[in-house]
């Protein structure tokens, strides 16, 4: 059964763990008068002990935008300590060599990455649904159906964003290759200049590159096609999720009240960064933790962004669902084979 994800999304971000009341043990004196009634007063969020200490590695981008407010809460923390890294393959590289106990990553890749360490990690939530954009310097694609005879210049050729992309077409009967041409190249930024420069038509693009290729152009570019409501009109199982957060099982096994302790935080935190009311803020805390380069690119980015926040069996539904679509594109986009149920950790509920 097709679910609207975005509104679980906003479900599983409103049942982050409130605060409990505790009793507050008064202090005695040597007096003869009675002992005070304890009272109960609000204990503040759970904190980590010394020796629970996260580290976690963030990437630039969407998939770590949803973390600037722990950082920022966490800045002076002597429990949990934050790395933002540029690339996948840094996350990684730190999770493997035991440098990092959490992670931001694309989801392909963090299949990929448990096959290879034979379970050696876990994922823990959902962190951002699709953010992939069809932009244009023009007015004539409305519809999926509209790129044929097209090029489209693109970034992610082996990853998510080709395997998105190819699914999407071949639903609305179009065959790249033949129907549409798709023009890779090595990077996002190349992809951007070439964009807003207007010498191409067609370009296929994550939030925030998309955004700064439509600030660059001054408005010339427009957002086309979003390929997660697409992605919802093909009636596709699952759902687009491009990023997640993981752990070490290690870490996960040894550390369970610290895990638990980062997911109640970083619930809070993508509910923050999701908020419209707080877009002026969230914005800054993202250039001033160097996840986005400019605070007026996030601050237009953030609401394109498509944050989430999704645990637990809702977590393993969605994401068991889009890996078939994966894998029926390529095995080898998600490591050989769709997770067990070993991947998907489910001992944390916000309720």
Known sequence: MKKNWKKLAALCLSAVLLAG???KTPETTPTPEPTPTPTAEPTPTPSLAEDEKVRVAVLKGTTGLGAAKLMDEQADSSTMEFVVLAEPTEA?????KGEADIAALPTNL??????????????LALNTLGVLYILENGDSVKTMADLRGKTIHAFGQGANPEFVLNYLLEKNGLKPGEDVTVQWYSSSDEVSTLVASGDVELAMLPVPAATAAQIQSKGAVRFALDLTKEWENAG????????????????????PEAVNAFLEGYGASIEFMSDPDNLAEAAQLAETYGIIPKAAIAQKALP????????????????????QVLYAADPASIGGSIPDSAFFYRDWDAD
């Open 110 to 123: 963090a299949s990929t990455l448990y096959h290879k360490l034979d379970g050696g990690i876990q994922v």
């Open 92 to 96: 990684v590289a730190a999770l493997t």
């Open 304 to 323: 394109d962004a498509n944050l989430c926040f999704i645990t637990g069996d809702d977590m393993m539904a969605g994401l068991q669902g889009y890996y």
């Open 236 to 255: 596709a199982d699952g759902v687009l999720t491009m990023g997640c957060v993981v752990a070490r099982s290690e870490f996960v096994s040894q550390q």
């Open 21 to 23: 009341c505790t009793p």
